[in-house]
């Protein structure tokens, strides 16, 4: 039977692979010496090296230089043609000999070696090589494409009646044949085992962050509902990804079980440890992924297709063209840049922005076009994906043979003394560019050209046919600078680029992350890009995808290189990395990480004295925001303190903002009794007439990480309540340059004065604040202090108690520990605090309008400003204990 296979193989389909691998090459040649392009441009001058006519008048001498001139550039251009299209010629004879020559050999080979034996031993040896080099080739690609053959178990295995040998891989194939081999109850286990010795189900667990010696199965599965639904998966998955035709693997086997086996899933989430549950889509996706890079490098060896040998660079191609010295000066050459490397990914993800760039370039008119988009979300990337399309001839007719070109405007700009100077560059430039006749320049912050003054002369030339030019800008500018001039619009087709999906975004860092890999000699897990997408969503705000993702991908890997000894990137490293940059805690909860968050109303105590709702509704919104269970798109926390002045509202923000973000400076504070009037709304987002920016805005873009806090808010305009109700509600806003400003990464505290009053006449009166707050805030909306639309987008309205005398002592005392622990860090002496002490401290600082507020100014100019006099004089021995008697602090006023 075999050998009836290798017969049929030998005589039918190889010749057929031999025919299309000499017309393989036949194309190639023509392409490599461009032997039709030299035809069609045979008489052209020699890279367009022509005189034109530009003196007044007829000049008989001038105009026969000028005939012998260009006559002598055509002659010399159709003698340099002339010869590679004859060499070129020369090679494809031979080819064209060749080809034919080959397949007879190859027809007539067996009969050529038993020719070989009549030579004797040597002959021998020579046809026992070339006949175990056909077995070798036999079963290398004939028998490789069909499994099947070796194996009769196989080619008789049906699924629903379809012919499921046929579809296996090399690999499947001897595993399913190895598995049917075994008792019916055992087949699935034997199956497994011999998936988990395969490559590809290799990387697929290393990918995943498993470790292959502990994956275990004990399956109840059958062996034909495992391979019915690989069948399944196969076809719903891996054509619509791959978009070739079917060939189950074992990383296709080793799905199925996965998705049949339950439990096996719950036992490799377990094993992974990573907090988060391994889903069946992941392992999906993860053997999509392998199977991409295994046919990526088995490409790179299939030297003899068309599409590889397209890839080569050929000869002649730009002799119909000009020069360009001034323009490679101050230039990128990206059809060069692009032309080796294997960027395919960036067609998929940028199709629909490709497809138009090239609809738009190949106008006879108006054939000019400016991709918009925010920084970050791939603009050049789209670019590159449509200069791979020209460099690889997979274009239209009309854009064969052009170079895309990046022009480096720093490079242009740079050592320009006046502008004059400028226009003269760029006019000898865009020459250049146009006598070349087949340039696309590139010019990415296009802008920056439009703001540099010469734009009378970019204009002058936008609408040559020879002319073409990709502009890259951001919505900012082109509404700013661009938009306005409806004389250099009407040049130009509009292509906004939007943001990348997350899904788009994790397709390119599995593109992208072996080059990463190889860089720092790491393996970054599947896992480890999800929580990089997650937390870049999550974390960074001032930059879209793909470009936050990529940038988040090159430092985890960077700092997991230097913090792993087994050189394994885990989710683990992506949480180190952004608590680190952001102070914000992230990932797995530890347990003492727990007991604080359970405790943490203790912990706020430490420093906020009563205040018992308060100091709840903050500690719960935290407990919420840890683990992951307040919203996303919203901020962690946002709340509306009310109540008397000094009572402890600010000291809460400050101890939340350290508890939370690691330090107390993390505030921003806004005073808002400065945002009185309507117009102060540019103070805090902006204006876009006068390119201010926002006091809110920029800063919450610097600080992204932070508690907001706006004070006394009931005394800032309407307008600007308004504006927070968005804010509130989405957790973002937008700026007067239309910049999206992201405050999810921040907790809002709003605080006021409003209803201090009434607070302060119940609680003397003796009733429960949880009882009157109902009426309070009826009272605030009936005055029209604030809308109920308003209050309702705080997480909680807190009404702050005012303070007892037994609060005071307890904050006096707290004020004084703070200024022991100084005083022991710097001078190892310590103050001796005393109920006396701590009475006369509340009774010179308490102030029934500010409340325990001045108290910090008295301790401050009472008792610090001794001590530091103490200290200066040399009165203060180390280790001494200070005694300060209350007398001595003066009487209350």
Known sequence: MLIIQYFLWHYLAAPKE??????????????????????????????????????????????????????????????????VILFGLLVESAVLVLGPLFLLIWIFLPLFLIGFIRFGFSGIVISLIIVLLLIRIFFKSYLKQNPWLLFGSIKSLKIE??????????????????????????????????????????????????????IQLDSRISLNDLLKNALILARTDLTSKTGKSIRISPGDLFSAFVVLEPDFLS???????????????????????????????????????????????????????GFTNTLDRFSFNLTAAVSSQNIEYKLIIYGKAIEAIEQILARAGENNTLLIGEPGVGKREAVLGF?????????????????????????????????????ERILRVFNEVEKAGNIILVIDNFHNLVLSGVLDAVLSYLGSRNFQ???????????????????????????????????????????????????????VTYQALKEIIDSAELYIQDTPFPEKAVDLLDEVVVYAATKTKDKIVLPAHVHQLVSLKTGIPTGKITEEAKKELVNLEEEIHRVIINQDEAVKVVADALRRARTGLSGKDRPIGAFLFLGPTGVGKTSLVRALSKIYFGKEERIIRLDMTEFKEDASISNLIGSFKEEKPGILTSAVRERPYTVVLLDEIEKCSKSILNLFLELLDEGRMRDALGRVVSFRNTIIIATSNAGAELIRTSIKEGKDLLQIKAQILDALQSEGVFKP?????????????????????????????????????????????????????????????????????????????????????GELKKGERIIIKPEGLGAGG
Do not use: C
């Open 267 to 321: 036992s490799l989430s377990r094993e992974a440890g990573f907090g988060k549950d391994i889903k069946p889509e992941d392992v999906l996706d993860v053997s999509a992924w392998i199977r991409r890079e295994t046919e990526a490098q088995e490409e790179k060896k299939r030297f003899w297709t068309l599409d590889y040998l397209l890839r080569i660079s050929g000869l002649a191609k730009d002799w119909a063209y």
């Open 18 to 83: 031999i025919l299309k691998i000499w017309r393989n090459f036949l194309i190639f040649f023509w392409h490599f010496f461009s032997i039709g392009l030299l035809f069609r441009t045979f008489f052209s001058p020699w890279r367009r090296l022509v005189l034109v006519k530009r003196a007044v008048g007829f000049d008989i001498k001038e105009f026969a230089d000028r005939i012998f001139a260009n006559l002598l550039a055509r002659f010399f251009g159709a003698l340099l043609r002339s010869a």
């Open 387 to 423: 200069t791979y399309l020209v460099a690889h001839g997979k274009i239209l007719p009309v854009l064969e043979h052009k170079r895309v070109i990046e022009l480096e405007l720093n490079s242009l700009l740079a050592g320009i003394q006046s502008p004059g100077d400028l226009k």
């Open 469 to 523: 030019v990709i502009g890259l800008t951001d919505y900012g500018n082109y509404h700013k600078h661009i938009e306005p001039n409806s004389a250099l619009l009407k040049f130009f087709e509009k292509i906004e680029i939007p943001e990348l999906s997350q899904s788009q975004t994790l397709f390119i860092l599995e593109n992208i992350v072996s080059f990463i890999e190889k860089r720092a000699g790491v393996l």
């Open 789 to 873: 639309e308003f209050l309702n987008r705080f997480d909680a309205v807190v009404l702050f108690k005012p303070l007892s005398q037994e609060h005071l002592l307890s904050i006096a005392q707290l004020m004084l520990e703070s200024l022991n622990k100084r005083l022991e860090k710097e001078h190892e002496s310590v103050l001796v605090i005393t109920q006396e002490l701590k009475q006369k401290i509340v009774e010179l600082g308490y102030d029934p309008v500010y409340g325990a507020r001045p108290m910090r100014r008295v301790i401050q100019d009472k008792i610090e400003n001794q001590i530091a006099k103490k200290i200066l004089k």
């Open 161 to 214: 009646e379809e012919n499921f040998g046929y579809l296996l891989d090399a690999q499947s194939t001897k595993i399913i044949h190895e598995a049917l081999g075994e008792l019916l109850e055992k087949q699935a286990d034997k199956l497994f085992k011999g998936l988990l010795k395969t490559e590809e189900v290799g990387k697929i667990i290393s990918r995943l962050g498993l470790e292959k010696s502990k």
